[in-house]
């Protein structure tokens, strides 16, 4: 069988899983955030945390818990790792540097799982599993509960009511991401990954010599890790790494993951807001742009140039041999496309065209499908201004879901879009300027540019996966990468909030004639065609002078 028609029934086989799972997924989901009932193992945390679930909260209250539970995970992180050389279980490491901690901190709790470090050569059990499993779990769980926030303000009426963030935090976990992560985990151990709480053994190696290998708890951090679209890796190799991803078919169930509940919160939404046609015009945007990155990025990479690339198949630089470039190519485009940021090959080794599609995957917003909840409120935004486009062109009020898309709703919505990109290219521009962090950079020209650019944009957007090449465990990096990762989290889900504060303070407004039809194909290709004006527009330039210009070098 050739390369390319392997990577194509692997595309097709992911999708059929995909849609197999979309309705009981997405339905469970819409019931556990609707639901009045609560747990016995609920109530039981709520008392813990004192907290009243059943208590309506406005966006500034459900804002301030989700600030306050981010704050106290940062503190806990940044402490665990600071005292990991006296704790139990950190296998002979000391503790991680001040600067390593609080970019290692701020990154687990802001979904973004960067890591400038070796994942077997510095942290310990407790902080594998205590420490990072566990935000694997919330921070997966918050950006669920502020995309839901996000819908209520469409399903609501005049009572300004987004819910309780306590109760959207706590089911997000029990309900839905424990259960399904359980099972996931059980899969992973049949296809090979491991889960123990062994020490370090010696290894011997086929050249002669030695090296250290450590076990883990490997197995159910990977089952989160995809679920949650958190990334990260218990090894340096991320999800190359045959202790990881042993196996061709292991490799697709891990795709699978991390998109089954990003593409599966669209029939929630629906269902929220009592449309599964809204649903599914958003399901319909979001797959029309991953199915076009993922055939780009074959096509990008299967182009022959010469008589290695003929032989080989593809460009397989960089790429594990045991998945191929088809399946590394899906991969890359569904882990930039979801914030997730694991990685099964190096995207630094990737075509010059094809590590931009990693990039404008990102700087998209990674809306398709998106994170887990993350995606889903970016995509909405982003329905929100090309409504707004559509009222220009026809000189109407727009009107999105039956709420009125006015001048407040429309400034909250330009300010989501604009401060990712503005961290991005802020960023980038002051780490080329100055001398300092460019001796991190192991290339020069227009490769060492895409090195930077794709950090900033990776830790900006809550990614977390790296080109390779750059040297990011330095002061510099840690820490503007932290704040970058910081408010590239934090400050849009201000404005999402305060966006759904206002549309649920609206009364709705009836369908007109003159109303546009947003279940509609019409909608989904003006939808497709505004992200595509918007990030162009904002990146192109910046694109240009890095992975553009390497490509069309080549």
């Known amino acids: 069988m050739s390369p390319v028609l392997a990577g194509i029934l692997q595309l097709l086989a992911l999708i059929a899983a995909l849609a197999l799972a979309y309705r009981p997924l997405g339905d469970h989901m819409a019931r556990v955030y609707s639901s009045d009932r609560h747990l016995r193992v609920e109530k039981w945390i709520y008392k813990g945390i004192g907290a009243d679930p059943d208590t309506g909260m406005r966006w500034p209250a459900y804002l301030r818990g989700v600030l306050a539970f981010s704050a106290a995970g940062v503190l806990l992180l940044y402490l665990l790792q600071r005292l990991q050389g006296v704790l139990p279980g950190s296998l002979g490491f000391s503790s991680i540097d001040p600067d390593q901690a609080f970019n290692t901190a701020v990154s687990f709790v802001t979904n973004t799982n960067w890591q400038s470090y070796y994942g077997e050569q510095a942290m310990g059990h407790v902080v594998q599993t205590a420490g990072l499993a566990v935000q694997n779990f919330v921070s997966a769980a918050v950006g669920m509960a502020v995309a839901v926030a996000l819908v209520r303000g469409f399903a609501r009426t005049r009572n300004g009511d987004l819910g309780n963030f306590w109760a959207d935090l706590v089911r997000g976990v029990v309900r839905i991401l424990i259960p399904l992560s359980v099972v996931a985990a059980i899969v992973l151990v049949a296809c090979g990954v491991i889960q123990n709480f062994s020490g370090i053994h010696e290894v011997g190696q086929f050249s002669g010599g030695s090296q250290q290998w ?183 009020t727009p009107e999105y879901l039956g709420k009125k898309i006015g001048t407040r709703e429309i400034k909250f919505a330009a300010l989501y879009i604009l401060i990712t990109p503005a961290l991005v290219l802020v960023l980038t521009a002051a780490a080329m300027a100055l001398p300092t962090p460019g001796h991190s950079m192991t290339n020069t020209g227009a490769h060492g540019f895409s090195e930077i650019l794709y950090a900033y944009t990776s830790a900006a957007n809550n990614n977390g996966s790296a080109f390779a090449g750059l040297n990011a465990d330095t002061q510099w990096f840690n820490t503007t990468l932290g704040v970058a990762m910081l408010l590239g989290r934090f400050l849009p889900m201000v404005f999402v909030l305060a966006l759904a504060g206002s549309l649920a303070g609206q009364k709705p407004v009836p369908e007109t004639a003159g ?40």
């Open 214 to 396: 450590n076990g883990g708890a490997v197995a159910s951090q990977e089952a989160i890790k995809e679920l949650g679209t958190n990334g990260g890796g218990y090894f340096n190799a991320n999800s190359a790494h045959p202790f990881e991803n042993p196996t061709p078919f292991s490799n697709l169930f891990e795709i699978f993951l991390l998109l089954v509940v990003p593409f599966s919160l669209t029939r929630t939404f629906g269902r929220m807001v009592g449309s599964l046609k809204q649903g599914y015009a958003i399901l319909a945007t979001m797959a029309t742009i991953w199915v076009g990155f993922v055939a780009l990025m074959m096509w990008t990479e299967f182009a022959h140039h010469g008589p290695a690339f003929d032989l080989a198949g593809g460009a397989l630089e960089g790429k594990e041999t045991r998945f191929g470039v088809g399946a590394s190519s899906i991969f890359a485009v569904s882990t930039t496309l979801t914030s997730t940021g694991a990685v099964d090959s190096f995207h630094s080794s990737f075509t010059g065209l094809g590590g931009g599609i990693t990039m404008l995957g990102m700087q998209f917003g990674e809306i398709a499908p998106g994170g887990t909840g993350s995606g889903l409120y970016g995509m909405l935004i982003m329905a929100i201004i090309a409504v707004f486009i559509a009222g220009l062109m026809v000189g109407r």
């Open 515 to 554: 109303t546009l039809r947003t279940d509609k194909p019409l909608f989904t290709g003006l939808l497709v065609g505004a992200i595509l004006v918007i990030t162009g527009l904002t990146y192109f330039p910046a694109l240009a002078l890095g992975p553009l210009a390497e490509g069309l070098a080549s």
